[in-house]
């Protein structure tokens, strides 16, 4: 495993594997270190008690990965892998985004300037472009410069200021750029002219949004619960959501790859199913608390279902039904579900305790873990050219793991 270091005076998250990718892992082993014999009354009670607490350490995970970036120097909140898969970008709590190698870890870039954490970073659809943006509200794109000598620095293409961001994501066919905000606005920013739109909000924090496949309209979830459908040529809102559909925080939203339906989730436990064309409430599954994540599979006609408490569900679309439960919130070691992809006809999770899980979407079955890092995963994304996946974590670091799992990767 390759390792980039930060620094002498920083301590790397160790790693006890090579490149090999596995399947199932061990964890959870705990070790005390022994003490002196010494008269048990209630005041050296106390103290071993403490010292107790103090020495019992949790091992470091076995590292999957093939190479650890540890340039940050706080929690690394967000990733992105260039089209062609040889750049990496990570953005993080120490206000600055990094662009580097995948296969190396060699910083390629350093994007200076933003003012606060960098919460956003993606590269546009055709790799011409990457956005890196702040809490704040300071988007900066910067025009790549893939020249292999990368003889030449990389240009910032142009800058804007909106209000305190929340989310961002590119168009996945034109270059436009999408961002999400605390005061409720959605920025619609044309690359590289800057040309914006705004999607006016109601002054509540817009959560989460999604572009349809038909890349012409967007779904929005809002902190009050609303969940709006925006065409993004009018600027108009189409549809909104009954007021009874979510009551609470809208968490994530996601479209069926046939472009007819959508799904909606909530803090309160609730999954809402609207059709795009009239925004009509086809069904409601009844999960549980704290619903994270959701996401379609491209194929099968399969629904999951994530949350912050651990239980990963899939259903069934067209019958709303549950088909399997991956895993459950009581005695569920990963602790919780952050973000989830689909590959093919496999689910990927990105948990609290720091690892990766595969899921068979047919059987539910975990196919396949990888393990690394020391805290929880913020953030991933996969690479089908190169067949890599990229993770930022809460421990400073982002990892790359190779998907040598045939069965998962494209």
Same mark, same amino acid.
Request: proline letters at 2%; one cysteine or more.
């Given at each position: 495993m390759k390792e980039i270091m930060k620094g002498e005076e920083d301590?790397?998250?160790?790693?006890?594997n090579g490149d090999e990718v596995t399947g199932l892992d061990e964890e959870g082993m705990f070790y005390v270190e022994e003490v002196e014999e010494i008269d048990l009354d209630d005041e050296n009670m106390e103290d071993v008690t403490d010292q107790e607490e103090e020495d019992v350490e949790m091992e470091p995970p076995e590292d999957n990965a093939v190479l650890v970036f540890s340039k940050h120097t706080g929690s690394v909140f967000c990733c992105d892998i260039h089209p062609d898969g040889k750049l990496a970008v990570t953005g993080g709590e120490d206000d600055k985004a990094y662009v580097w190698a995948v296969e190396t870890g060699e910083l390629i870039m350093d994007c200076i300037g933003h003012k606060d954490s960098v919460v956003f970073v993606g590269f546009s659809h055709d790799g011409a472009y +990457?956005? &890196?943006?702040?809490?704040?509200?300071?988007? *900066?794109?910067? *025009?790549?410069?893939l020249d292999e000598n990368q003889q030449e620095p990389w240009t910032v293409a142009f800058e804007y200021e909106a209000d305190d961001l929340i989310w961002g994501q590119w168009h996945f066919g034109t270059r436009v750029l999408l961002i999400g905000t605390v005061s409720g606005n959605i920025y619609v920013l044309k690359v590289p002219s800057g040309e914006t739109k705004v999607l006016q909000g109601h002054n509540v924090k817009v959560e989460c949004g999604k572009l349809f496949q038909d890349g012409m309209r967007l779904v929005a979830g809002y902190e009050d619960g609303e969940v709006k459908i925006w065409d993004l040529k009018t600027s108009t809102v189409l549809h909104s959501l009954p007021a009874s559909a979510h009551e609470m925080r809208v968490t994530a939203v996601d479209c069926n790859p046939e472009n007819t339906l959508m799904a909606s989730i909530s803090t309160d436990g609730k999954a809402v199913l609207t059709t795009t064309n009239n925004g009509k409430v086809v069904g409601q599954l009844e999960i549980e608390n704290y619903l994270e994540t959701v996401a379609f599979a491209p194929e099968l006609g399969l629904l999951a279902l994530g949350? +912050? &408490?651990?239980?990963?569900?899939i259903w069934e679309v067209a019958r709303q039904m549950r088909r399997n439960e991956c895993s459950k919130s009581d005695g569920n070691?990963?602790?919780?579900?952050t973000k989830m992809i689909w590959i093919k006809n496999y689910l990927l999770t990105g948990c609290l305790d720091g690892s990766i899980r595969a899921y068979d979407g047919r059987s539910g079955e975990m196919v396949l873990q990888l393990t690394g890092h020391r805290s929880e995963v913020l953030d991933f994304c996969y690479n089908a050219k190169q067949n890599v996946i990229l993770t930022?974590?809460?421990d400073s670091t982002a990892r790359i793991f190779t998907l040598k799992d045939t069965r998962v990767s494209q």
């Amino acid at each position: 495993m390759k390792e980039i270091m930060k620094g002498e005076e920083d301590t790397p998250p160790s790693s006890v594997n090579g490149d090999e990718v596995t399947g199932l892992d061990e964890e959870g082993m705990f070790y005390v270190e022994e003490v002196e014999e010494i008269d048990l009354d209630d005041e050296n009670m106390e103290d071993v008690t403490d010292q107790e607490e103090e020495d019992v350490e949790m091992e470091p995970p076995e590292d999957n990965a093939v190479l650890v970036f540890s340039k940050h120097t706080g929690s690394v909140f967000c990733c992105d892998i260039h089209p062609d898969g040889k750049l990496a970008v990570t953005g993080g709590e120490d206000d600055k985004a990094y662009v580097w190698a995948v296969e190396t870890g060699e910083l390629i870039m350093d994007c200076i300037g933003h003012k606060d954490s960098v919460v956003f970073v993606g590269f546009s659809h055709d790799g011409a472009y +990457l956005a &890196t943006a702040d809490m704040c509200g300071l988007i *900066k794109v910067w *025009k790549c410069n893939l020249d292999e000598n990368q003889q030449e620095p990389w240009t910032v293409a142009f800058e804007y200021e909106a209000d305190d961001l929340i989310w961002g994501q590119w168009h996945f066919g034109t270059r436009v750029l999408l961002i999400g905000t605390v005061s409720g606005n959605i920025y619609v920013l044309k690359v590289p002219s800057g040309e914006t739109k705004v999607l006016q909000g109601h002054n509540v924090k817009v959560e989460c949004g999604k572009l349809f496949q038909d890349g012409m309209r967007l779904v929005a979830g809002y902190e009050d619960g609303e969940v709006k459908i925006w065409d993004l040529k009018t600027s108009t809102v189409l549809h909104s959501l009954p007021a009874s559909a979510h009551e609470m925080r809208v968490t994530a939203v996601d479209c069926n790859p046939e472009n007819t339906l959508m799904a909606s989730i909530s803090t309160d436990g609730k999954a809402v199913l609207t059709t795009t064309n009239n925004g009509k409430v086809v069904g409601q599954l009844e999960i549980e608390n704290y619903l994270e994540t959701v996401a379609f599979a491209p194929e099968l006609g399969l629904l999951a279902l994530g949350t +912050l &408490t651990g239980a990963v569900s899939i259903w069934e679309v067209a019958r709303q039904m549950r088909r399997n439960e991956c895993s459950k919130s009581d005695g569920n070691e990963a602790g919780g579900v952050t973000k989830m992809i689909w590959i093919k006809n496999y689910l990927l999770t990105g948990c609290l305790d720091g690892s990766i899980r595969a899921y068979d979407g047919r059987s539910g079955e975990m196919v396949l873990q990888l393990t690394g890092h020391r805290s929880e995963v913020l953030d991933f994304c996969y690479n089908a050219k190169q067949n890599v996946i990229l993770t930022s974590s809460d421990d400073s670091t982002a990892r790359i793991f190779t998907l040598k799992d045939t069965r998962v990767s494209q």
